[in-house]
């Protein structure tokens, strides 16, 4: 069985990462059941249904073969003019990065849009969205947790090339933690 995080290669071959990448989806733009890769299995586990009434604004999921910083694969926000069902491997562009706190650690969202929808490919960068659409991806995050007790802070959306740094730094610690053995799920 192929495990979508350790498996699944994030390059693409007609475009160069750190900007275009292979995505993993695990919410559905819409949802407010809060799905995440289990690690150890690859399959995927239903986190809980959110305590707030939020939806998730945009589909979720993860890059392969990165780590973040919260030891997680990492986040990306893929907008597309439709939900993409969870597990779907699809193909992404980076157009900026919203970076939050989330229970006292950072945490990165790559802002992406779905490479294959006619609609969001236009879109290069973050400021080619509306204003209205961060306005609603930043509430989302600094509520979605508060009903819990949970504070999450969330900073300004920034442009596509801070993005690709933390791409670039989650692909590296990725690996600098797998020749070391150091990665969850992983049978050295």
């Known amino acids: 069985m192929i495990h979508p995080w350790h498996d699944v290669t994030p390059g693409l071959e007609e475009s160069p990462l750190p900007e275009c990448f292979r ?14 890769l289990d690690k150890g299995t690859g399959l995927l586990k239903l986190d809980r249904v959110l305590a707030s009434a939020v939806y998730y604004p945009a589909n979720y999921g993860f890059i392969p073969q990165t780590l973040a910083e919260d030891d997680d694969p990492l986040d990306v926000l893929v907008y597309c003019t439709e939900p993409i069902p969870p597990m779907t491997l699809c193909c992404a562009r980076a157009v900026g990065l919203m970076s939050m706190i989330d229970q006292g650690k950072p945490d990165h969202k790559i802002i992406a849009v779905l490479i294959q929808d006619p609609v969001y ?8 969205f509306p204003r209205h659409i961060f306005k609603l991806l930043r509430k989302f995050f600094e509520d ?8 999450v802070e969330v900073d300004e959306i920034l442009p596509a090339q801070a993005a690709f740094a933390i791409v ?11 020749r070391k053995g150091q990665i969850k799920g992983l049978v050295g």
């Open 23 to 36: 995505t993993v989806i695990e919410i559905p733009k819409g949802s407010n059941l809060k799905f995440e």
């Open 121 to 128: 490919q236009e879109f290069a960068v973050a400021s080619d």
């Open 144 to 151: 979605y947790k508060s009903l819990e007790g949970k504070s």
């Open 168 to 178: 670039e730094d989650s692909l590296q610690r990725y690996w600098t933690m797998r």
